[in-house]
């Protein structure tokens, strides 16, 4: 079985300030990485993804995250956050396979608020 | 359309009756997941059709719950008997499966938001 802890619930910052908000999952086999991010009002959209390959992976609105194997983390970083960038951001595991199923198993989200 | 839809957009509903959800997936996409979006649980993987066939219906928390799909294409969600701690966003998505690599992106539809009184 997968699960994945996000530690922080609410992530209060400043606008331009830079910013981690953090995951770490646990897995008896190998797994695919996500975060996706749900703005007010509307549905989860994929931020980035990791397969495979380099360990550090950059995704939409400078959004990047590096995928800790040893520590089995894989945390999201921006180094210069806008008042657009609040919403509430969930990291996501799946099973690593061809043909795999491919359910997301999330996180409980972290919710960022960026103020001015 | 360009993305998943979902229907209604909003449910409310009496204790004891029952409703039907709705997912019209993008065109092509041969995978279709349903989740669940509470307040007290995250989001919680329901089930998943690859085709009109549910390999892993794990996630349904309880016999009251159900889900179809036909043509490859339209899956309706039905909660019979609704009870409260029922109420949540239900969320369909949808992706290509890749037969060699898996991790494909899902694109999420906008939900649908059952309340139960």
């Known amino acids: 079985a997968q699960s994945v802890t996000q530690l922080d619930s609410q992530v209060p910052v400043f606008e331009e300030a830079p910013v981690e908000l953090r995951c770490n999952y646990s897995s008896s086999v190998s797994v695919y990485l996500f975060w996706y991010v749900q703005y007010p009002n509307q549905g989860l959209q994929l931020l980035l993804k990791y397969l495979s390959g380099s360990t550090l992976v950059k995704g939409i609105n400078g959004f990047e995250a590096e995928f800790n194997k040893s520590q089995t983390s894989f945390h999201l970083r921006k180094p210069s956050v806008h008042i657009s960038d609040t919403a509430e951001y969930f990291c996501?595991?799946?099973?690593?396979?061809?043909?795999?199923?491919?359910?997301?198993?999330f996180g409980k989200g972290t919710k960022l608020s960026v103020k001015p | 359309g360009a993305g998943v839809s979902q229907s209604p957009s909003n449910k409310v509903t009496e204790k004891g009756k029952d409703v039907e959800l709705r997912c019209d997936p993008i065109?092509?996409?041969?995978?279709l997941y349903w989740y669940r979006q509470s307040l007290g649980q995250g989001l919680e993987f329901l089930i998943y059709f690859q085709g009109n066939s549910a390999p892993d219906k794990s996630g349904l928390p309880s016999d009251r719950f159900s889900a179809e799909r036909t043509g490859g294409s339209v899956s309706t969600l039905t909660i019979q008997r609704t009870q409260q701690e029922d109420s949540a966003v239900y969320l369909c998505?949808?992706?290509?499966?890749?037969?060699?690599?898996?991790?494909?992106?899902?694109?999420f539809g906008p939900g649908t938001r059952l309340t139960v009184l």
């Open positions: 065109s092509g996409h041969t995978a």
């Open positions: 996501a595991v799946s099973r690593r396979g061809g043909g795999s199923q491919g359910n997301l198993i």
């Open positions: 998505a949808s992706s290509r499966l890749d037969p060699l690599v898996g991790g494909q992106k899902q694109f």
